[in-house]
């Protein structure tokens, strides 16, 4: 039953996460005008996107090696804490505002993980692909390969640091 609920909760999250980002980014007319900058100038923007690529790598190679439940298992981490917890919640300023720079990372960041996740949830990644793009099918979608983003390690510090302090904070409010 725990890995049902794990999965509906998943599910809900993907669900919630591409409804804010459909419903907040102005959608560009194809996923190549989706590719975000190589170099972006927030510090978040880098994060994720290096954050994306690494969880390409690992869940490829996880399903490479048909080790299912460890894919699984790095999709759900990506998904759940990284894009969500973090991600979103840093960037829906931004996204509000209308930071043209923000919503392409969004798409492009949902795209490539509606991609990856579809072959454990293909019902749900298929109606959100189809809302992401209007394209026919994820199905025949090309499978999300690393772009050769470079990872900024600066940025990647001053997110473990906000990180580390926004925790700090919780644990002495409970």
């Not at 025949?140 to 600066?154: E, K, M």
Request: net charge negative.
């Amino acid at each position: 039953e725990a890995k049902v609920q794990q999965g509906r909760d998943l599910s809900n999250k993907l669900w919630n996460a591409s409804r804010l980002i459909l419903m907040n980014a102005a959608e560009p007319a194809t996923l190549e005008e989706r590719m975000p900058p190589q170099s972006p100038a927030a510090p978040e923007d880098h994060w994720i996107l290096s954050r994306l690529e690494s969880t390409i790598v690992a869940f490829t190679d996880l399903v490479s090696e048909y080790d299912f439940a460890h894919a699984v298992q790095e999709i759900y981490s990506f998904v759940f804490s990284e894009l969500c917890d973090w991600y979103l919640e840093i960037v829906k300023p931004r996204l509000y505002d209308g930071d043209q720079e923000a919503a392409t990372v969004l798409l492009h960041v949902l795209e490539r993980t509606l991609s990856m996740v579809h072959p454990v949830m293909p019902f749900v990644t298929e109606t959100l692909w189809k809302a992401l793009t209007g394209a026919e099918s994820l199905v025949i979608a090309t499978w999300p390969t690393p772009s050769g983003f470079a990872v900024d390690q600066g940025a990647a510090q001053r997110i473990a640091d906000v990180q580390g302090e926004i925790a700090a904070v919780r644990k002495r409010v409970d």
